[in-house]
């Protein structure tokens, strides 16, 4: 009986932390997907309006963008941080990270490091005033 004490012990402690460590790994991960996600969306949503009024192309303002994707990812996942921001045409690409601390000391690694990309794009809607039709 005290082997079998002793032993659960030994093999249920690691499973436990391991457990423990992955769900919190696996919730900070989804949390960063997520907010990466919508500051992808919020950020393709900052139109380039000097550049649609000279060429009538849509096009996302990288400076405008980089702000709103700041403010929602610090809004939302106020540890993570963006590793970069990139704006091409109406395309915008977002690539955060963030270290994520493991409640146990069972493993030598006490952090682990996330990361998540996301791209959006603007799009156009009505563009022809005929083209919606009331009742």
């Known amino acids: 009986m005290a082997f079998i004490a002793v032993a659960l012990g030994i093999v249920l402690m690691p499973v436990a932390a391991y457990a423990v ?69 109406a395309e915008i690409t977002i690539a955060t990270h963030e270290e994520v601390p493991l409640p146990f000391d069972f493993f030598p690694e006490r952090t682990v490091r996330l990361q998540a990309s996301a791209s959006a794009r603007l799009m156009g809607g009505y563009d022809r005033p005929g083209s919606l039709s009331l009742p």
């Open 21 to 89: 460590d992955s769900a919190t790994v696996s919730a900070a991960a989804a949390a960063l997907e997520e907010a990466t996600a919508t500051a992808a969306i919020e950020a393709s949503q900052q139109l380039d309006i000097a550049a649609f009024r000279a060429t009538g192309a849509l096009s996302v303002d990288a400076a405008a963008a980089r702000a709103v994707a700041q403010a929602v990812v610090a809004a939302q996942v106020p540890t993570a941080s963006i590793t970069s921001v990139t704006a091409s045409g």
